[in-house]
Structures are given as C-alpha cells and as structure tokens.
C-alpha cells in the first residue's frame, strides 16, 4: 500500500480535526488521527488494517471536512446566547446615516463571540461566508447579526454544509477549487495554532480534490458535495457501522474510567512522593533526636537552645552528605533498575531531582548548624559568666574560657567554615544561570563561567569529604568515640562511589573507539558511527560518555545512543550547544571537510540506563520530542522495527509478547535524524 498516503491522510485528519469536540465513529480512524500523532502501526496485520484504515479514511475525511470543520468553528467562537450577543451589540453599535443602530463589520468577532474576537481571521471568514456576496465588508444593523447567529446555531446538514461550503468558496461562484480547500486548510491551522507549511497544505489540498472530484473538473459543486457527505453519513450510520461503533464505545467506556484530578496527581507523583517523605522523616527524626539529646547536657546551661538546634542539625547534614552521592552512581543505578519491581517503586529517572533536593537540603543544614554556631554559640561561650562555665563546660576547653577569635581558629571551626567556602563555590557554579553561562549575567561572569567551570568546580567534594572527616573528629564538648559518628554515615557511600569511578576509568580505558563515519547535519549537528567494542550491549534509549582527548582528558559528556541494540555499531547525534560541543564540532568538521583519514580518538563510557529504556513495558507509546531531543527515538524505532521484522519472520499472526501494538510520534517536522 501507499505508506506516504496514508502518512498524509492521517495527517490531514488531525489539521480538520485539531478541536477536542472533533469525534470519529470508528477505532480505526480514532487511532490513526490522533491530535498531532503520526500513527505506525506494527505487527503482522499492518497491511490489513492500514487498508481498512485508508478505506474509513476516505469517506470520513469528507465527512469531517466538512461537519468537524464547522463544529470547530462554533466551538472555537464561543457562540453565546442572543441576549449576551445584543448586549455587545449595544456597546459597540453607533447610528450612521440610517435610523437604525449598526456596528462596523470588523466588529462581528466581538459581538458573536470571545473566541472570534481573538481570532480576526476566522470572524472575517465566517461573516463574508454568512454575507454570501463580493460586498461584504459593510456595516451590520442588529436584524442582520440575529439572523448570522440563528444560521451558526443551526446544526442541521443543510445548514453547516451550506456555510462550510461558501467559507471554501471565496469567488462566491459557486464553485471550490484547489486553492479555495488550500486557503481553508492554512486558516484552520493558523486558528488552532498548527505548524502547516504551505507545500503540505498543496498536499492536503490535492488529497482531497482527488478523493471527491472524480470527474476530474478541477472544481466542486455544491451538488456534488452534498452527495458525497450524504454518502458518508449513510455509511456511518449503517447498522453495522454503529453496533461496531457502539461495542467499541462501550469497550472505551469499560476500559478508560476518567480519573479524578486527585487519582492523576497520585498515579504521577506517589513514587516521588514516597521517598521525598521518607527522607522528610529521616531528616526530621535525627533533627529531633539529637536536639532531645544535648537539650539534656550541661551546655544547655550556658548556650541554651542554640546548642540543640546547631547539633540536630549537624545530624541532618551527616545524612545529607551520604545520601547525596548515592543519585550519581549511575553504574549501580543501572544495575539495579533492571529488577522490575524495584523499578516499579523508586522512581530512578528522578535520581538527578533527589541529588538537587539533597542539595537544598544541605544548604538549609549549613545555615541552621553554622549560622546557630556563628552568631549564638560562639559568642554565648566566650561572653557566659565564668562560675557557670567552670561548672558546665570548662572541661571541654581545657578549663579556659575562649575568646570569640580563639573559637574561630581551632580545627573545628576552620574545617567547618573551609567546607562551607568550597560548597558555595560548586553550589552556586551548579546553578542554572552560570552553569548554561546565561545572557543575564555579567560579561565578566559569563567569562568564568559555563559547563567546564560547573565539571571542574564540582569536584571539589573530595575536599569537602576530606574536611568533613577532620571537622567531625574536632568536636566540641564530644569526648566518645562512639559519638563522633559522621564516618559511619558517609563510609559506604564513599566507598561505593570511589569504586564507581574506579570501575569507570578502568573500563572507558578499555573503550578506545575509532569513528567509522562522521557526517555534518544542518543546525550544526554532528552525527558519528563508531565502532561496537566487544562485549557491549545495551537497550533502545540508553546513553553513554563521550571523552575526546583533544580537547579534555577530564570532560565526559553524556549523549543518548541512536543506533539500535541488534546494530553493529554505535552512532551519536551532537548538537553544538556548549563549549565541549563546539569544539568537538570543529575538530570533526575539519577532518571531513579537509578529507583527512584520521578522525579525532574518542573514548566511551556506558551504558547507562534512562527513562527512555522503559518502552518495553507499554503496549502503546507516544514519544514526544523536538529538534535533537528526538535522539533517544531513533534508537527505539529502530528496536521495535527489529522486533517487528522478527515477529514477520516467525509468521507469527500476533505481535510477540512486549512488542509495541500502537505508536505515536510527535516532533520536529522533516527532521534529518529520523
């Protein structure tokens, strides 16, 4: 069959039918008509049902061309009631040289509707439709506005088919052309806000004049019309059209129940929500653990509640700084999102979220642990009356009462502030303004800032972790080993995220790739099929690092792969938005310009699991993606094409079990990647 038709019919559908009131009386165009969505159907019955589907297609396109047309119309004018309509009549309406009031006809979209008076284009259209002359630009008396509104609100056939026809006939001879259907096409896009360039409306166009001039006149009568969309109604409204129609509304019905706004908030976020609360209630529980236990301690006495609030808070930040690597394992996160159930309950794709979270998280126990210490311990402690401190807390300090200055230069302190200097430096450098090097910034920012500096400046934890362990060993006022608990929070994250790295040098060292094509895309997009090391294997939507020596031997940077899992290689898709981009851009550039033979070494780490590997447990997918963020797509097209052709290949009359029945694709139009 004709895929590219019926690619355009489907299309055409979802122009004439882009308002939510548009129906389809069957399943088969309700599928294949999706708002926007380039339906593909896989499986061994495509060629049947897409034959069925272009059959249906063929009559009801007619049918909606014409009745869904003008349903969208009203429904996107908002036609009110005639009272409401006569009151803005009455606001706008002046009396010219006649004795009667009239309004200017630039006035109709407001006197009929919101919507129209929002849309200039469609009023215009619909009032030279209603007017049904060349002289229609001239003003409206009120008699003439009640019956242009007594016209729209009748729904009969007669009625929407007569003004569906004039708004296409814009000669008013009582003929529609080509170009009439083409116009009708860019307006309706234009008033639903759809991208349709005029070549495809010529496409549209020409779809439509050969599915109803079969005389071959180069134009539509009115006559012909009629007999055509009566022709479609009748087969629409067949006997056995509706009880298949009916069965399958009812089968809808049984199996899409609408859902409260309470049920979708819970299905989209109770993963999120769980562990969000969990460690709400870790942070909370340890807060108040150790603020019950040092509200306890003699130094309440001489720092009062400042004491408790600064140490409830040390404990949070000891859980925090273990916590916070664990998002950034990626090697264990993709390990671990293998076990279904577990991928069921912890919302993996979320794990930069949870490290962001972690983050804020960390800030607020700074402040709370450092500010309390900074602004009321200290001074509470140099400043107390010497009897008191004797008795409570002099043990602490060698028996002698501290200045505020001697406090500030002691291990604990100088690591503490240490720490907070560098985290101040790789949270603010993380954000988004410096880390995307954002035109709001300062020139002189924007010189010192951008990716490279949030990689570089990132690093600098391990100075953080090293401090963090110095600071935790220097207690104040804590003599027990037992007590100085911070390395018991942080050991098992460390060390799992040390060998991470380990694991990741030793293996990215082992995946020296040579470029076997490099090709330059327009939009400046880099395209590169690499080499397969041996051993590697991966699923459709996963993603890997890329490190090219030549420019850093520190940068990696992530990039979905695009090849499929059954393919002999691995290829990328780059698009210049940063400085590592750019430059790798420029060096591919060169050698395929230049026709050199070398092309610049590469090294890969991966794979690493996404989002967009859980495909495979969904019987329909709407993938959605614009300009390079189709990437992840080409490599699932690319999967389930493979398990299509296996399905065919076994002869096989169903689809084998987790392949995708339906789906739907919306992105960037004529894209060269897909």
């Not at 759809?194 to 071959?216: H, P, W």
């Not at 050199?596 to 890969?604: A, D, E, S």
Request: include cysteine.
């Amino acid at each position: 069959m004709d895929h590219g038709y019926m690619k355009s019919k489907t299309s055409l559908f979802s122009l004439l039918n882009s308002s939510p009131s548009s129906s389809f009386s069957s399943s088969c165009t309700a599928e294949n008509a999706t708002n926007s969505l380039t339906p593909v159907r896989t499986g061994s019955k495509f060629s049947h049902e897409a034959r069925q589907c272009r059959h249906v297609a063929e009559n009801e396109a007619i049918q909606n061309m014409g009745m869904g047309f003008i349903n969208d119309i009203v429904g996107h004018g908002e036609i009110m009631k005639w009272k409401d309509v006569e009151k803005r009549f009455d606001q706008v309406a002046w009396t010219g040289n006649d004795p009667e009031p009239v309004v200017t006809w630039s006035e109709f979209g407001f006197c009929i509707g919101i919507g129209m008076q929002s849309s200039p284009e469609l009023a215009r259209e619909l009032l030279r439709a209603l007017r049904g002359c060349k002289e229609w630009k001239s003003d409206i008396t009120k008699t003439e506005l009640h019956n242009f509104w007594s016209r729209m609100n009748d729904d009969s056939f007669n009625s929407r088919m007569r003004m569906f026809f004039d708004m296409c006939n814009r000669n008013m001879d009582g003929r529609i052309t080509e170009t009439d259907i083409k116009q009708t096409i860019l307006l309706t896009a234009s008033i639903n806000k759809l991208s349709v360039t005029r070549d495809e409306a010529e496409d549209y166009a020409a779809l439509i004049m050969e599915s109803v001039d079969n005389k071959n006149k180069g134009y539509i009568e009115i006559s012909e019309m009629e007999v055509l969309f009566k022709t479609s109604l009748s087969k629409a409204n067949s006997p056995m059209k509706q009880g298949s129609t009916q069965k399958q509304s009812e089968e809808c019905e049984e199996e899409e129940e609408p859902m409260t706004k309470a049920e979708v908030l819970f299905r989209t976020y109770w993963r999120r929500g769980w562990v969000v609360v969990v460690w709400l209630v870790g942070c909370f529980g340890l807060f108040g653990w150790k603020f019950d236990q040092y509200r306890k301690r003699s130094g309440f006495e001489v720092m009062g509640y400042c004491l408790p609030t600064a140490k409830g808070a040390a404990e949070t930040l000891k859980l925090n700084m273990a916590l916070i690597l664990l998002p950034v394992c990626r090697n264990t996160i993709t390990w671990l999102r293998k076990d279904p159930r577990l991928n069921y309950v912890i919302p993996f794709n979320d794990n930069i979220n949870f490290h962001k979270l972690i983050a804020g998280g960390i800030v607020v126990g700074v402040i709370l642990h450092g500010g309390t210490h900074l602004t009321c311990d200290f001074p509470r402690i140099s400043d107390s009356d010497k009897s008191i401190f004797r008795q409570t807390i002099a043990a602490g300090f060698g028996y002698h009462q501290p200045t505020y200055m001697e406090i500030l230069a002691t291990t604990e302190v100088a690591s503490g502030i240490g720490m907070v200097i560098l985290m101040a430096i790789a949270f603010s450098l993380a954000t988004k303004w410096p880390r995307r090097r954002s035109p709001v910034l300062p020139l002189s920012l924007r010189r010192v800032t951008g990716y490279n500096t949030f990689w570089y400046s990132h690093h600098l934890f391990v100075f953080v972790y090293v401090l963090l362990i110095v600071h935790s060993m220097f207690l104040f006022l804590t003599d027990k080993w037992i007590e100085k608990t911070t390395w018991m929070y942080i050991a098992f994250p460390v060390l799992l995220y040390a060998g991470e790295r380990i694991f990741r040098a030793i293996r990215s060292g082992s995946y020296q790739v040579d470029v076997m094509k490099a090709s330059l895309y327009p939009g400046k997009v880099l395209y590169l099929k690499i080499q397969k090391p041996e051993g590697f294997k991966y699923r459709s939507g996963m993603y890997i690092f890329i490190q090219c020596p030549q420019i850093s031997t520190f940068q990696w940077h992530p990039f979905s792969l695009t090849s499929g899992p059954q393919d002999e290689y691995l290829s990328v898709h780059i698009r210049t938005l940063g400085d590592w981009s750019y430059q790798i851009y420029d060096l591919f550039q060169e050698a395929v310009l230049s026709g050199l033979q070398g092309c610049p070494k590469l090294y890969i780490d991966g794979p690493y699991g996404s989002s967009c590997q859980d495909h495979v447990k969904y019987d329909i997918l709407v993938l959605i993606g614009l300009g390079i963020g189709a990437t992840p797509f080409i490599s699932i097209l690319k999967d389930i094409a493979n398990g299509v052709h296996t399905s065919q290949s076994d002869n096989r009359m169903q689809l084998k079990k987790g392949s995708i029945k339906s789906l739907f694709i919306l992105g960037y139009k004529r894209t060269k990647l897909l």
